[in-house]
DNA sequence: GGACACGCTAAGCGCTTGCTCACTTTCGGC
DNA sequence: GCCGAAAGTGAGCAAGCGCTTAGCGTGTCC
């Protein structure tokens, strides 16, 4: 029998804000099914299954399956946010920084592609209110890419017809890496990255 | 109260080949309810009653849910490998050919956005054999794009350095529309689609 | 060393699910 | 006007769901 811990492989290291142990072995437990099945197909007993645990230990943890895709969701819109944030700060020009952003962006949705599966596709599965504050995070992802790109355009770097547009663009490309990639196809997360990131560089029209 | 016609719209007309009338209605009901929840949040329950009927009228036009699923998958696979295969066998450059598969494959993923998420997204809910079927018809699609890709670098209309590469990115570009597609937001199914074109064309370095 | 809080389990409650079945209604052919 | 097939219904079954509760073992405090 595999653990939890070793399918998930190094995804699981991105967990460690969550205590104590159980609980956290509950939540890649969950963060895996979700990802295979989807949240409405998974049931707690599954869940509590993968982690080694009975079916009732859950509550003793989370309140409901909810709560468990909701702190899924708001951890790993938060790294997401960080990746995005950490890139667009750093130095250089709109053009390095903006194909940072995507490099590292898509390399943490190939890699980690099992939590991005249930962060990037499973929203529609959480309460309204759960779904607001996530919603709110994803418009922070949003705006972090547009500033790059509006920069690159004031600097004349870009020629860009349509920011708004571009920059959803972008993000959607990235995001769908979640969908199709696969650990066992014929490229590894640095490579996708660094492919992603010479496409963006030509939609914004580097010159 | 609406019919699932009425809320459908003019996506309804996709589904004449479904006979008879009641067969249809059912299957739009579920088109509906399966982009709205996601197949597995759907009840048999809920299809039947959008569509004016009692549950167990559901079994005699379909064996099971999942049949459902199936139909809509199919029929939906095989429009979206028309569109690819219609504009790629069109007059003109590769340059033309593959500005009018990437708009008018847009278009139809923001417009009928409905089954676009059923047919992109629900993919993992079939049973084995009937999704080995479907994936086929989905890399039929990628050769479409791929052939058009290659004929524009032959000809020496396009510079694209990993072709394999850059065709998934393009698909992936295009279904990732009917993710974040909303009707009463800022752009309409054409606009996304010239949109979209433009951005493809420089992803392929269009001279 | 007795009391107690904590983490966990076994059992199961109330409900919903996909699906079935006995039965009624509708309707074209003769 | 009768008949059989086809289409649809109301009631309900077995199974599985999310979640609760009563109780057990373990380690910590004084």
């Known amino acids: 029998m595999t653990t939890a811990e070793e399918t998930t492989g190094g995804e699981a290291s991105a967990w460690g804000e969550v205590t104590p142990d159980a609980a956290r072995r509950l939540l890649i437990a969950a963060v895996e099914a979700f990802a295979e099945r989807g949240y409405h197909a998974t049931t707690t007993r599954d869940i509590a ?13 989370y309140k409901t399956k909810e709560e468990l895709l909701h702190r899924i969701s708001r951890i790993g819109h938060a790294k997401a946010l960080e990746i995005l944030q950490t890139a667009a700060r750093r130095e250089g020009t709109a053009t390095e920084r903006l ?15 099992t939590t991005a599966r249930v962060v990037q596709y ?7 209110e759960a779904r607001k504050e996530i919603l709110a995070l994803r418009r922070q992802c949003d705006a972090e890419v547009r500033a790059v790109i509006e920069d690159g355009v004031a600097a004349g770097e870009f020629d860009v017809l349509d920011v708004k547009g571009t920059t959803l663009a972008v ?18 997360p640095d490579e996708v990255g660094a492919l ?3 496409l963006v560089l030509r939609m914004v029209g580097v010159k």
Chains 1, 2 share one sequence.
């Open 49 to 61: 299954g993968r982690a080694g645990m009975s079916p009732a230990a859950l509550y003793i943890h």
């Open 171 to 188: 993000l959607s490309l990235c995001i769908d890496v979640a969908r199709w990639f696969n650990v066992e196809g014929p490229w590894t």
């Open 99 to 113: 194909a940072d952003q995507v490099s590292s962006f898509v390399r943490w949705h190939a890699g980690g592609r």
């Open 196 to 198: 992603y990131a010479d």
């Open 122 to 128: 499973e929203l529609d599965s959480l309460g309204p």
